[in-house]
């Protein structure tokens, strides 16, 4: 089954220090690997897709198949990071695409 | 932002009742989804549609319904038989080709009286 999994539901770091969400996955196929964010009081929106391998507003996000991963990385936080991060996974089929989410991390910038 | 609108922005539903959700998208994409979106749960995928007249259910599709008459609207009902309903409903399409994407509307919250 596909699963997409966020340990932390809540991170704090301080504004200028280096900043990591996790996110690990479990995928028979190939995967297709993505960070969504949702700032306050606006629309979830794509941050970025690991086909991409390209870097957003900072973050970049590498692929490990070896560990099944796709953590999120900012070498140095900015208090306008402060938003909702969801890993996603996307699943094609016959029927179409699903998207998996995982359960988001809470990011706080710390002034 | 843009592109895809969901109304009303807040609905009430009364016990027993079925109320519908609207998501209009004016992308001419092909793919529409529902998810639902509860704290600490992040989102759920409850149907999506690849094309106009099909549709299939998601991991939690148990007491919503939904219909894909026409390929800019997909909206969803959420009948009396979702014990539930309590959440923030999230519309999304998406591109096809090599580089899907979705995108999201503003939401709906449905709260029970």
């Known amino acids: 089954a596909q699963r997409v999994t966020q340990p932390e539901k809540l991170l704090s770091v301080f504004k200028g220090a280096p900043v990591e969400l996790k996110c690990n996955y479990s995928y028979s196929g190939s995967p297709e690997l993505f960070w969504y964010v949702q700032y306050s009081r606006q629309r979830l929106q794509l941050l970025l897709r690991?086909?991409s391998r390209e870097s957003i507003k900072g973050f970049t996000a590498d692929l490990n198949k070896g560990e099944t991963s796709f953590h999120l990385k900012k070498p140095f936080a900015q208090e306008e990071d402060s938003a909702m991060y969801y890993c996603?996974?996307?699943?094609?089929?016959?029927?179409?695409?699903?998207?998996?989410f995982g359960t988001g991390t809470s990011l706080t910038v710390i002034p | 932002d843009g592109g895809i609108t969901q109304s009303p922005k807040y609905l009430f539903r009364k016990e027993g009742q079925n109320v519908t959700l609207s998501c209009e998208q004016n992308l001419n994409h092909d793919a529409m989804y529902w998810y639902r979106q509860d704290p600490g749960q992040g989102l759920r995928l409850i149907y999506y549609?690849?094309?106009?007249?099909?549709?299939q259910k998601g991991d939690i599709a148990e007491g919503y319904s939904v219909s894909r008459e026409k390929k800019e609207s997909f909206p969803l009902t959420v009948t009396s038989a979702q014990k539930n309903p309590t959440a923030f409903y999230l519309c999304a399409s998406s591109s096809g080709g090599n580089r899907v994407t979705q995108y999201f509307g503003p939401g709906t919250r449905l709260l029970v009286l």
């Open positions: 996603a996974l996307r699943s094609p089929s016959n029927t179409g695409n699903q998207f998996y």
């Open positions: 549609s690849q094309i106009v007249n099909d549709f």
């Open positions: 690991h086909i």
